[in-house]
């Protein structure tokens, strides 16, 4: 169906619809696209192999839409996926729901049954747009060729507006296998963020030059929000302790004088002014109650909330958040916090972190968790990019794996899905080609897309997993046996050959009994050609100490 240019003056050039589609990613920067094959895709494919745009074949489109998502976290640019006509768009879905809450801008096309055959039973055929509405920003179907471009360029910049996250267009087989005129692209302007109000801004100051235990809680649209600068330049001129979440994690070093994790209750339970930047005031906060009821708060973010805040706030700032915080540095650089506030919660970091010795030295075989991350430590770059995707596993590593940079840390956020992991790692690996990253997995959670070591040993990503083999859903079982003295539906097999089924698969594997194996094991992964495995068993008795894990 393709024709070449035509280079006719008066004969206007056509091209066809997946060529169409191709020109616009390639005009805002795409690489590569992540799909499975489909034939409702052919033409997209047809188009981005015209346009150099690189197709990278995944095993089941939910890694082809979190690959989307996971580049999206690592570059701060949108990821696209191509994702066939019914089942490969719904399995899709949850990726959706994820950059949904976490805010990831990307772009996920759909094949669609042809429009002149609707209701007609045609194969895959199903509506998309009304399941995935709710979970996208955009939600639109091409109607005619002609249109395609505008609906890419539509796309692209409401993914990008603030909130950041997904948009969905998908694409009947007539109209994107037919051909069209380009249409002179629009020229859509950057997204303008709006300044925030005066008399917040002020009211914002006062509070913060007058604060005695201020603290700063950031999260993942301080990273969105390209805020990193200015929040280092905020916490220093006025010395405030910073702790943060989600992606904003490496936003400040964590070897900085002001950041903090493990005294997080304590600052958070007990600061006068807190600085809530980025992050909504979700489960992750206790719903507004891990802050002191006479907490003042200042929340900051890029746009306004997309949930009305489950406490009264002092000042809200919206809009350009690195304009924020660098005004708020300037106005409060005379604030200045007890020296007794600052020292006690310093103190206290220092001694939780002292607290945890003794099981990061753990000698146990099957492993605690904990000892797995001391050894990864000793092997982890600065700008290594750690990845986790699991229930306890993942919730050790969240304590104990410090992100020195932004776009360093990958953690499933919100939603919460388990299986999001490969895809990120497929991601960050190809974006960023010369860092480690490095993906922590629960032997749960590898069972959801395992098959992607052999997307990982295809395409040559040096991907290096770590499983944490406890042979049990951990994040499950422990509570449901907690609140009911037993579980069901929680054990998975003991001692699973994980490392050979990526070995099967084209992979390095290998397999951790005891601690003495696991830096050897850990240095040969990361120095290997190619996609690595190392499968350590962990001690099953081990649980993660949580005050809450469902809301
Ligand atoms: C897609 C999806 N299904 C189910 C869950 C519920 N869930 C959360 S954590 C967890 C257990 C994960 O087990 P594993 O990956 O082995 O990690 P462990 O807790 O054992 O360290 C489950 C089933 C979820 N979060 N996402
Ligand atoms: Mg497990």
Redesign the pocket.
């Known amino acids: 169906m393709f024709r070449p240019m035509n280079s006719e003056p008066d004969e206007p050039a056509k091209l066809h619809g997946g060529r169409l589609v191709a020109r616009r990613l390639k005009a805002h920067g795409v690489k590569q696209v992540f799909t499975l094959s489909g034939g409702h895709l052919f033409s997209i494919y047809d188009g981005c192999r015209a346009e150099g745009i690189a197709l990278v074949d995944v095993r089941h489109e939910s890694a082809a839409a979190f690959a989307a998502e996971g580049w999206a976290k690592v570059t701060r640019e949108p990821g696209v996926c191509a994702l066939t006509a019914g089942p490969g768009v719904t399995n899709g879905m949850?990726a959706l729901g994820s950059a949904q809450q976490n805010h990831s801008p990307m772009l996920m096309l759909g094949g669609r049954a042809p429009a002149q055959r609707w209701g007609r039973g045609s194969l895959q055929e199903v509506d998309h747009v009304p399941f995935v509405r709710p979970l996208v920003k955009l939600a639109t179907t091409a109607s005619a060729t002609a249109e395609i471009p505008g609906l890419i360029d539509d796309a692209w910049s409401e993914a990008l507006r603030p909130h950041s996250g997904p948009a969905f267009v998908d694409f009947p087989l007539d109209h994107v296998f037919m051909e069209a005129e380009e249409p002179e692209p629009a020229g859509s302007l950057p997204h303008q963020p709006a300044t925030p109000d005066e008399r917040m801004l002020d009211r914002a100051v006062a509070l913060l030059r007058d604060a005695e235990r201020p603290v700063i809680m950031a999260g993942s649209d301080l990273y969105w929000g390209h805020g990193e600068h200015a929040l280092r330049e905020l916490a220093e001129a006025v010395g405030i302790p910073v702790f943060l979440n989600g992606l904003a994690r490496g936003c400040l070093a964590a070897d900085h004088e002001l950041f903090h994790s493990r005294a997080r209750r304590t600052g958070l339970h007990e600061a006068d002014v807190a600085l809530v930047v980025g992050v909504p005031m979700d489960f992750r906060l206790a719903f507004g109650g891990a802050f002191g009821d006479d907490c003042e708060l200042i929340v900051v973010d890029v746009a306004e909330p997309e949930r009305e805040h489950p406490r009264a706030v002092a000042a809200e700032l919206y809009g350009d958040l690195d304009g924020t915080l660098r005004a708020l540095a300037g106005a409060a650089a005379g604030g200045s916090p007890t020296r007794a506030w600052l020292e006690r919660l310093r103190s206290l970091e220092t001694e939780l972190r002292a607290g945890e010795h003794e099981q990061l030295a753990d000698p146990r075989a099957p492993l605690h968790?904990l000892r797995v991350y001391a050894e990864l430590a000793k092997v982890l770059d600065r700008d290594a990019i750690v990845i986790c995707?699991?229930?306890?596993?993942?919730?050790?590593a969240g304590r104990a794996i410090d992100s020195h940079e932004p776009g360093c840390w990958l953690d499933?956020g919100p939603f919460?899905?388990?299986?999001c992991g490969p895809g990120y790692a497929l991601a960050a690996k190809l974006a960023r080609p010369g860092r480690q990253v490095v993906l922590l997995?629960?032997?749960?959670?590898?069972g959801?897309s395992g098959m992607e070591w052999d997307t990982l040993a295809r395409h040559g990503v040096g991907v290096v997993g770590v499983i944490?083999?406890?042979g049990?859903?951990?994040?499950?079982?422990h509570p449901m046996e907690f609140l009911y003295g037993y579980s069901v539906v929680?054990d998975?097999r003991p001692g699973t050959r994980y490392d050979r089924v990526v070995e099967a698969l084209g992979g390095h594997g290998s397999l951790v009994r005891a601690p003495a194996e696991l830096r050897p094991a850990l240095e040969r992964a990361l120095a290997a050609d190619g996609p690595a495995l190392v499968n350590v068993l962990?001690d099953?008795v081990i649980a993660?100490p949580r005050s809450s894990?469902l809301a």
């Open positions: 949850s968790p995707d699991g229930g306890d596993f993942a919730s050790y499933p919460g899905c388990l299986g997995l629960g032997d749960g959670a590898f959801f944490g083999n406890n049990i859903w951990g994040l499950e079982k929680a998975l962990t099953p993660y894990n």
